[in-house]
């Protein structure tokens, strides 16, 4: 089975809100963790990420943050703007980096 | 150009066609990989070649051929394919500093492909 995945395939915010993207992964031995940002016709790029030893790391405008004991990784996103408007998706290494399905996120005018 | 970029960025071909997607980085890396991105499916990676050696094969069909010529340059050889083939096609690069830890991806754009 798939060991990474997200919890809503879509999810829909107010511009100006804050967007907050789930992900559970079942590899307990996984010890890295990375958020992508997939615009339409491009290519992943990579957003932030996070080693296992962490459960909070901060970027510009994003925040991860990773809870081992219930395996959970979310991307938080403050002040959306229209240009956050992609499919976002998570992954997770152990020997091998291994992706999630992604979240389509739209911002509401 | 810079970062990494894939030609053709659309492809289609018949089931008996062969063809070649490309794949050029020139952000100086060491390791090139091939992704197959399908609808509702999560990213899966083919190839990987580390300083022009393939380091992972993940049970690709034969029909899919890699080859890294160089640093810098990667294809995809492409014959007889089935139309369940037709998906993007993503492209990236990285430097490999140390075998054990990850390495920040750049990905391509991709190249859509469609098998009739």
């Known amino acids: 089975g798939e060991s990474v995945g997200l919890h809503l395939p879509t999810l829909s915010v107010q511009e100006g809100d804050n967007s907050i993207i789930n992900c559970a992964y079942s590899n307990s031995a996984s010890d890295y963790f990375i958020w992508y940002k997939q615009e339409s016709g491009k290519g992943p790029q990579f957003i932030i990420d996070?080693?296992?030893?962490?459960d909070k790391r901060q970027g510009q405008r994003v925040t991860v943050l990773l809870n081992k004991t219930v395996k959970h990784l979310s991307l938080q996103i403050a002040a959306t703007q229209p240009g956050d408007s992609a499919v976002y998706f998570c992954a997770e290494r152990d020997d091998k980096i291994i992706f999630g399905k992604g979240t389509r996120l739209h911002i509401l005018p | 150009e810079t970062g990494v970029t894939q030609t053709p960025r659309h492809l289609v071909m018949g089931m008996t066609n062969k063809k070649s997607l490309k794949c050029e980085q020139h952000?100086?890396?060491?390791?090139m990989y091939w992704y197959k991105q399908s609808a509702k499916k999560p990213l899966e990676l083919m190839f990987v070649?580390?300083?022009?050696?393939?380091?992972e094969n993940n049970s690709v069909p034969s029909r899919f051929s890699p080859e890294c010529p160089n640093s810098s340059h990667l294809f995809l050889h492409l014959h007889t394919l089935q139309p369940e083939d037709s998906a993007l096609y993503l492209c990236?690069?990285?430097?490999?500093?140390?075998?054990?830890?990850?390495?920040?991806?750049?990905f391509g754009p991709g190249t859509r492909l469609t098998v009739l």
């Open positions: 070649y580390s300083l022009e050696e393939r380091v």
């Open positions: 990236a690069s990285s430097q490999v500093v140390h075998p054990s830890s990850y390495n920040e991806q750049f």
């Open positions: 952000l100086g890396h060491n390791a």
């Open positions: 996070i080693r296992s030893n962490m």
